[in-house]
């Protein structure tokens, strides 16, 4: 069974970021009933015009109705249930058991998937949210390799796992630190990540951390290319990327990453080699140190990040194809600094990656040689075939 890749989401550029580069479904979030609803962008409309794009290339809309609800956070969850089913989403993403069972009986088109925000660890957990009728069950991130085959042999659910991203620094989803220190509830879609705040650490009233150097104890990012194989193997039905809050370029390399390594593991290609080119791939894309999270063993110090690493936002990526007019001539979008007589290379999921030079630039009006402006639409020529959404980045960022 080929295992679905499931990439996030924060907004529609994103989303079709992720379906172009492969993603077989995409999870999001609504400004309503989601942990991550403070950065979301997606009203109903454009939930709307996110499934008929994903439809157009076969892929799937999953949405995040994940918080954990207080009495006042249910007024107008039935109507909302209800147009996402008639917009055509086909799966919501839940951690409450009333939401659960709610949307069964009012929306019964839409499956079911249970959140890792309910840390489910057994197979008999996973028996009991089958027989109340959820369809796909998202293992806690806290369960290693070979809990997930054991787990997985015994299930008659499917299974959903994280292989990349961000990773919560207690148990997940049950973390306090933010409710406590800021007033906004983890459970309710108000994480403030405090686990990633800067600190001095006081025992006795007594300054026992370097003064220099702020104390921090965030969970290093996942990564799971290595393990990609053994999940396979083990019938997972879909693999997970995290990153809701993360830039259409991360989505586009991490999702493209993936993409390659699933397909190339399962037309029988050489694994090894997939392996270690979708670790270049995803390293030239990371702003934070990774691991392999719980898969071999419990995270130690090495798996953590205790003072902050100097992990910088890459500026590599340089502008995205905008639209390709009849003459040949495409339109870019600038994203950073760009400069006529560049070496730079193409990530497109039409193509293999190429290198070419960047001959020329204009604004319809005048010739450009120095781009410095972000989100301008500028217009050059390539003599090979590019598509819209390709992305371009400075030449020796990736393979």
């Known amino acids: ?85 008639k917009i055509g989403v086909s799966a919501v993403i839940v951690a409450s058991v009333h939401v659960a069972l709610l949307s069964k009986r009012i929306a019964p088109k839409m499956e079911v998937h249970l959140s890792t925000q309910q840390s489910v660890f057994n197979s008999q957990a996973l028996e009991f949210y089958r027989q109340l009728g959820v369809d796909r069950v998202v293992l806690a991130r806290e369960v290693n390799l070979d809990a997930i085959h054991s787990i997985s042999s015994q299930s008659k659910v499917d299974l959903e796992v994280f292989i990349h991203g961000g990773m919560c620094v207690n148990v997940s989803g049950r973390c306090t630190l933010s409710n406590q220190w800021t007033l906004r509830d983890a459970n309710r879609g108000g994480c403030a990540q405090s686990c990633r705040w800067k600190y001095a650490l006081y025992k006795n009233d007594i300054l026992i951390s370097d003064p220099e150097i702020p104390f921090s104890m965030s969970s290093k990012d996942l990564i799971a290319v290595r393990e990609i194989p053994q999940l396979i193997e083990a019938k997972i039905a879909s693999l997970k990327i995290e990153g809701r809050m993360k830039s259409a370029y991360y989505i586009a390399i991490v999702v ?34 990774t691991a392999s999270g719980f898969f071999h063993h419990i995270p130690n110090a090495k798996d953590h990040i205790y003072q902050p690493d100097g992990a910088l936002i890459p500026q590599d990526f340089v502008a995205v194809i905008h ?50 402006t972000p989100m301008e639409v500028l217009w050059t020529t390539f003599d090979f075939p590019v598509y819209e959404g390709d992305i371009l980045r400075k030449k020796g960022s990736g393979l």
Do not use: C
């Open 323 to 372: 639209q390709i007019n009849d003459n040949g001539e495409a339109a870019i979008l600038i994203r950073n600094k760009l400069e006529v007589g560049s070496t730079l290379e193409i990530i497109s999921p039409k193509h293999p990656e190429r290198s070419f030079v960047l001959t020329s630039l204009h604004n319809g009006e005048n010739d450009i040689e120095v781009a410095k």
């Open 256 to 289: 493209d990453a993936y993409r390659k390594l699933i397909d190339a593991i399962e037309h029988g290609e050489d694994a090894e080699k997939a392996i270690s080119q979708a670790e270049e791939r995803l390293h030239k894309a990371e702003n934070r140190a």
């Open 1 to 85: 069974m080929k295992p679905e890749l499931l990439a996030p989401a924060g907004d529609l550029e994103r989303a079709k970021t992720a379906i172009r580069f492969g993603a077989d479904a995409v999870y999001l979030g609504g400004k309503r009933f989601s942990l991550r609803s403070r950065a979301s962008n997606f009203e109903l409309s454009d939930i709307k015009e996110t499934v008929l794009f994903a439809a157009s290339y076969g892929a799937k809309i999953y949405v995040t109705v994940n918080m954990i609800p207080h009495d006042e956070d249910l007024e107008g969850l039935e109507e909302y249930l209800l147009e996402l089913e």
